[in-house]
């Protein structure tokens, strides 16, 4: 199978929502991703966190999203280890 994105570009395709202590995300690419860190404002992830190819997943925060937050600072663990970090939008 060839892979149609580079694993750099499927970063920002991963689609995000949330709602209390909770974290909704839609991998739609054909890469597994690791995220050992998420953030929304001053919200994080528990722990580490995998999501599949092609699925979704729920990650538990350690409190609520902040009302007015509109954007998810993270990092992941690529393919040779570094540790590149972004940010995406949230969807309402």
């Not at 990650?59 to 040779?80: M, S």
């Amino acid at each position: 199978m060839e892979l149609t994105i580079s694993p750099s570009d499927a970063y920002s395709q991963v689609k995000w929502r949330g709602q209390g202590k909770q974290l909704f995300v839609d991998n739609p690419t054909p890469y597994y991703i690791t995220y050992p860190e998420v953030k929304i404002g001053t919200a994080e992830t528990l722990s580490a966190n995998m999501i599949a190819p092609f699925s979704q997943a729920t990650f538990q925060l350690n409190k609520p999203i902040p009302a007015k937050a509109t954007t998810v600072t993270w990092t992941v663990i690529n393919d040779y280890g570094a540790t590149p970090s972004g940010t995406s939008a949230m969807q309402y």
